[in-house]
C-alpha cells in the first residue's frame, strides 16, 4: 500500500480538504492509498516513510520524496493535473 502525507502550515483544515479530494480520487481509481496529515515543521527533522508528499505550502529542501504541488486542490485550477501527478506518482 502507497502512503501519501499531505502538508500544510498548521496540519489541520486545509490538509483535511486536500485529503479528502486525493481520497475520493483514487477510490475512483480504484487505488489504495494510506494517506495522513501534517504540517510543515514535520518536515525539519527529515524526510517522513512515505511514498509522496502533497504539500500547500513550500518544503523544505531536504525532502528527498516526490512533492506535488497541492495548491490546485485549494483553488480547483489545475485539480486534474495534480490528481494525474499524485496517481502517476503512485503507480
Do not use: R, W, Y
Not at 502538508?7 to 483544515?13: H, P
Not at 483535511?16 to 525539519?44: C, E, P, R, Y
Not at 523544505?60 to 495534480?82: E, K, M, R, W
Amino acid at each position: 500500500m502507497k502512503k501519501i502525507l499531505v502538508i500544510c502550515g498548521t496540519g489541520v483544515a486545509t490538509s483535511t480538504m486536500v485529503a479528502s479530494s486525493i481520497k475520493d480520487h483514487l477510490a475512483s481509481q480504484g487505488i489504495d492509498a494510506q494517506i495522513s496529515q501534517g504540517k510543515v515543521m514535520d518536515l525539519v527533522n527529515g524526510t517522513p516513510d512515505v511514498d509522496l508528499i502533497v504539500a500547500t505550502t513550500a518544503v523544505p529542501d531536504t525532502v528527498t520524496v516526490p512533492v506535488v504541488a497541492g495548491l490546485a486542490f485549494l483553488t480547483g485550477i489545475g485539480q486534474d493535473a495534480a490528481l494525474a501527478e499524485v496517481v502517476s506518482h503512485l503507480q
